[in-house]
């Protein structure tokens, strides 16, 4: 019997990431080819035959349940975590994904920064990592910095003007996902 995956039914649903039609991908702007899943505080049914046809992001917890009768559809699976999700959850199953989207509710809460950085360090993804959410400008080349290359933008500032703040700062002091030798191993300073 195929698995089924009920939404999880928080106590209280926070707020659920926006899926825009555009974005930005490694640098450019970029037309949204995935469909992303919000969470529901609904009780409704969901098994690897009802998903729609086409590349979908999952909630964790659904796609946990439905992994195994979902592997025929390995390219059009991706799975976004929350921000009380951590990278462990995924683990060595994040290499088999060619999307994982981490959801950052409010600016303020920076627990997103962390889970990307263990996904490219400690677990070596190598796919497309997608803040999605509420995050800022200002945020963007820190979040670059812990390895994501998608971002989902729900704010009012435009695409051009988050894209122009990738280049924001031209060298940083700290290691870190793009640059892992601090400024001053890579001037030859012991």
């Not at 699976?77 to 959801?103: K, N, T």
């Not at 963007?140 to 700062?169: H, I, K, P, V």
């Amino acid at each position: 019997m195929p698995a089924q995956a009920k939404r999880p039914k928080p106590a209280k649903l926070g707020p659920q990431p926006a899926n825009p039609a555009e974005l930005i991908i490694d640098g450019t702007l970029a037309s949204n080819e995935w469909r992303l899943l919000p969470q529901s505080d609904e009780e409704t049914e969901i098994t690897a035959a009802s998903l729609a046809p086409g590349k979908v992001i999952l909630p964790y917890g659904i796609w946990k349940a439905l992994k195994s009768d979902l592997s025929s559809r390995k390219t059009e699976i991706g799975v976004w975590l929350d921000s009380d999700e951590g990278a462990e959850l995924i683990g060595a199953d994040a290499e088999a994904l060619p999307l994982i989207a981490v959801h950052f509710p409010a600016f303020a809460d920076g627990r997103g920064f962390t889970t990307g950085r263990q996904l490219r360090e400690r677990y070596d993804y190598k796919g497309e990592l997608r803040a999605v959410g509420a995050f800022m400008r200002d945020q963007l080349t820190y979040l670059s910095r812990c390895g994501f290359n998608a971002f989902a933008y729900e704010g009012e500032q435009s695409l051009l003007g988050l894209l122009a703040s990738l280049n924001d700062f031209s060298d940083s002091y700290q290691a870190g996902v793009d640059q892992p030798l601090p400024l001053f191993r890579r001037r030859g300073l012991s």
